[in-house]
């Protein structure tokens, strides 16, 4: 099995008839944003699931360069997020999407499901829920990794 970093992320979106599986980096000034995406069909099996997670959890980057956020490099990371989720703006982007964050932590993943506010508003974008976040040891198969991002979908709202 090869090596997750202990502190990494991933991001997991479905949307209606595909998801999308973001890679992240933690920037040197602690933000977290998107790196590298993947897109999967809705009906992607439970292994397919964790098989793209544990891939995203891998190509975790510590310590990137913090991204000037109005350049063309940082325009063009947000249209390949859009690109992959098979739409042209934000606001279609959100609508109907569930968003899961997937941190690896000691010997263990937790996922934990979001409320999507949309795009405009004073609660727009995703914001963690309450509850604590369903965890499973980094031990177990990708069948169970793939099974516990889709429970963790169920209760976003």
């Known amino acids: ?10 991001s997991a979106y479905w949307r209606p008839g595909r998801i999308v599986i973001g890679a992240m ?6 933000a977290h944003i998107g790196t590298e995406w993947w ?11 964790g098989s793209a997670i544990r891939r995203a959890l891998v190509a975790f980057q ?4 913090h991204p000037d956020f109005r350049s063309a490099e940082w325009k063009a990371q947000g249209k390949a997020r859009l690109r992959a989720a098979g739409v042209r703006s934000e606001r279609h982007y959100m609508d109907g999407s569930k968003l899961v964050h ?3 932590s ?9 409320r999507n506010g949309g795009t405009t508003g004073p609660n727009r ?8 976040p ?4 980094l031990a177990v198969d990708d069948d169970r990794v793939g099974m516990a991002l889709a429970e963790a979908w169920a209760c976003c709202t």
């Open 102 to 104: 997937v941190n690896a």
């Open 39 to 49: 897109t999967l069909p809705a009906s992607a099996t439970h292994v397919e699931l």
């Open 106 to 114: 000691g010997d263990g993943l937790a996922f934990t499901p979001t």
């Open 1 to 10: 099995m090869i090596a997750i970093n202990e502190d990494a992320c991933a």
């Open 125 to 132: 974008g995703y914001h963690k829920l309450a509850a604590l």
């Open 62 to 65: 510590a310590d990137a360069p």
């Open 25 to 30: 980096a933690r920037t040197v000034h602690r």
């Open 134 to 137: 369903a965890t499973v040891s």
